[in-house]
């Protein structure tokens, strides 16, 4: 809506005018359009693992994968300030990124399907589960990285005997923005099996090694990135200095081209060691977290969110924030995903320091978590 204040009664009326035939004041506009810093409409937020867990529990007793119309049993982290854009905010957590927590039940298959919108996941807990992306079956455990980049072909499968859970992440909100969504349904209930299983992570066993083929980049080089190895990364770099801000952390990356593991979406594992306080910082590109170990908090624009194992929080577009781990004996580990190579490719990343206070946010309140 156009702020009319300033304008006499005859401009005024002018832009209902304008208005009425859809069109619109350029002069009355431009603050709106050129905004001197970014304006976000999702906000710092936290979701709670017990909530998440409650939920998905009930989500359990009303659904079977693979039924009807139950293609996939999720259960999504919708932004409040993202809501009032319909169905359901989009699916948005950030302005780009959709985030859920996915349960898959022994015996279940949830089918084969493709679509525009690129997937990675974080294993969260339980055993025995795996996907078949573009007709290579990958088998995953908890800590493990998957992709799914854009259309490729993938149906999950659980032939253990507990119900395993991830995390989702997709470009969702961004598909949907830019008007460029579709899907299509394999016509089979599995899809075939074109290579031998775990492909990928056999080929690239070595780490910082490629097969001398490719050299022609692939677009799914390696789909299973395996949290042992990305322990031992971690660890590697914990023998010297945290980085200030960030602790250690690491990026999952194509090992075929060097570029991040997913064309639009980014992820890293982090680990901040034991009393360790980052400074603040911000940035354009906006990140979903999730705790995959430990416990602290991050204060985002000075309210702190204190988080445990199994929690999400998502940092919108150009909010300060800082990380602490709250153990004296234990890491925490961070996962989480960002829309780096998207704001990337459009020249938008910009980043700051927060340069007060010894990069500290005066922390003025505490966010109060729904639970359960
Ligand atoms: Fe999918
Ligand atoms: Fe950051």
Not at 15 to 37: M, T
Not at 39 to 49: M, T
Not at 52 to 81: C, H, M, Q, W, Y
């Amino acid at each position: 809506m156009l702020s009319n204040q300033q304008w006499t009664k005859e401009l005024q009326d002018f832009h209902e005018e304008l208005e009425a035939v859809n069109l619109g004041p350029l002069w009355a506009s431009i603050s709106a359009f050129n905004s001197v810093e970014p304006i976000a409409k999702p906000v710092p937020y936290l979701w709670k693992r017990e909530l998440i867990d409650d939920k998905l529990d009930k989500a359990k007793t009303l659904l079977e994968v693979g039924v009807g119309s139950a293609e996939r049993r999720a259960v999504f982290l919708i932004n409040p300030g993202m809501k009032d854009l319909k169905p359901y905010g989009w699916g948005g957590t950030t302005q780009t990124l959709y985030a859920a927590v996915q349960a898959v039940n022994p015996g279940e298959l949830a089918p084969p399907h493709r679509h525009t919108s690129a997937a990675l996941r974080f294993v969260m807990k339980g055993r025995g589960g795996y996907g078949t992306v573009d007709g290579e079956r990958i088998t995953f455990e908890p800590g493990d990285y998957l992709i799914t980049p854009d259309w490729s072909w993938h149906e999950h499968i659980n032939e253990g005997e507990e119900p395993v859970i991830w995390m989702d992440c997709l470009d969702t909100p961004f598909i949907m923005a830019m008007n460029v969504s579709f899907t299509e349904f394999y016509p089979e209930r599995r899809q075939p099996l074109t290579v031998p299983d775990d492909f990928s992570s056999r080929r690239y066993q070595g780490g910082m090694v490629r097969p001398v083929s490719d050299r022609q980049p692939k677009n799914i080089a390696l789909g299973r990135y395996r949290w042992d190895l990305t322990k031992k990364a971690l660890d590697g770099l914990s023998e010297f200095d945290p980085d200030p801000v960030e602790g250690y952390a690491v990026e999952y990356i194509n090992p075929s081209t060097g570029r991040d593991a997913d064309g639009r979406l980014g992820a890293w594992m982090q680990k901040l060691p034991p009393k360790f306080h980052g400074r603040a910082h911000r940035h354009v590109h906006t990140n979903v977290y999730h705790v995959y170990q430990g416990r602290g908090y991050t204060v985002m624009n000075g309210v702190r969110f204190d988080w445990s194992a199994g929690d999400f929080f998502a940092v919108p577009s150009w909010t300060w924030h800082e990380h602490v781990n709250l153990s004296d004996i234990q890491d925490a580990y961070l996962f989480s995903t960002n829309d780096i190579p998207m704001m990337e490719a459009f020249h938008f990343e910009r980043q700051a320091d927060y340069l007060e206070n010894d990069g500290h946010q005066e922390v003025v309140d505490a966010f109060q978590p729904i639970m359960p």
